[in-house]
């Protein structure tokens, strides 16, 4: 078949495409913009891979990088090159700096007609070009105050308004977010901005020919107009994540800005009524809050999104009083789809799947807690820093032999204070006594409002022989007195511990 020119074998035709780019712009110095995507449609359009240089004139390098390559890469499946070791901005609204007029076309022709097929191909560019600067300039003639007031006659979704009162909802959500966050530094009146203005690109011109372009373009015309780096970068990206492993906001205002967007299409969906089934997600409703569950991740942010969607959902019933949903019913719908989002980001970063089991235990105060993304974040960092100590599985073993104890208690697994409780008049040997002030010492650490969860581990690793001495035949007790009194007492002991081994996870499942 090689014969005839057609090289069979996919594996094959790929390897010639990647290694024939890699060699051209190593020739001429420069980095191909190549993506995995890019590349698989281009193998699957070739049968027989020949590489063809162009070349576009100077005069398109007063257009973005991104609108360049957007043509390049997507309409045209064209190898943009770039300059190595170039600064990079996203606000940039020239490319000079950026990307050479020197591309790579992959051609399925014959040799001999390379030189018309590359005038062919640079040809179309030119038009291609041609046209998005004009849409720049038309752009540019026009204030995003007036692109915003267009948004007026965009339709959203059916019942929920048009984008510019969504855009009023998200700034509602912006205003919620920073008042859970309270961050004395960051200046509200830009997230605000930032906020208002996040959608105002969805009227110009250039974003209605290339829709992949929407947000970039919003954060540069922004910065043409003269707002703040942070305003225009925070619109810039407030569409990212958008993918798996994608890159997130480079910004707490970005961050802000993105997770507002997200929740506000989740809100509206879910009170419209439409959820994800199965493999059903049209709205990308999950995409949507693994992207907010990471951003919160990533960047560490204070932010219980149980307590935001609980006033979100207040806001919305007044903003469309005719419709008619459950506030209960969305909110319990909204949060029990958050814990499966939560659980799935687990399991992406490959954590083991015990771990997750003891840390996402199913029991309603653990779900709550699991809600927590940046605790949550900080329970598992300490289990694992605290695997790496060679008496952890003693630990884990004592804690789970007072756990399997405790249920036989009527202790609630909330309870933490021995008041009430526990009556040291009862006990009958220094290991209780021991086991009492070990629980003092572990309410002191939760009685200032915030937990050290790699102290608490360091308290029970310190104080696991003074747990064993329980069990012990001569230093400990029997647990199941026949004296009622007694045996709750003690229960109650071990019930405390238990209590405060699951601050951090279900020992009990890491063990199974």
Known sequence: MKRNRVIAIRKERKEKIESLINQASKSLNLKPDLSEGLLNELTDLVEWPDLIIGKFSNEFLDLPVEVLSTVMKIHQRYVPLLFKNKSFSKLDLSSEKNISTTFCVISNGLEESNNNIAKGNEKVLRARFSDAKFFVESDKKVASIERNEKLKSVSYLKGLGNIFQRVERIEEVTKKILKFLNDKSLEEKKIIEAAKYCKNDLCSEIVYEFSELQGIMGGKYLKYEGFSEDVCLAVAEHYLPSFYKDALPSTKYGAIISIADKVETLISIFISGKRPSGSSDPYALRRNLNGVIKIIWDYELDLPLDKLFKELIDFWKIVFPNLNFSRETILNDLNEFLVQ????????ISLSKELIKAVCSSDELSQKRVMNIVDLKNRINSIINFNEKDNFVEIQ??????????????????????????NTKLFEKDCEFKVFKFIGELEKLFSEGYCNYLELLNLFEINVNTIEDLFDNEKGVLIMSEDLKIRNNRLNLLSLIRNYSLKIADFTLLNS
């Open 341 to 348: 989002r939560i659980v799935s980001h687990l399991e992406e």
């Open 397 to 422: 073993k004592v804690i789970t032999r007072v756990s399997k104890l405790a249920n036989k208690s009527d202790i609630s697994r909330d309870v933490l204070s021995t008041r009430d409780f526990v």
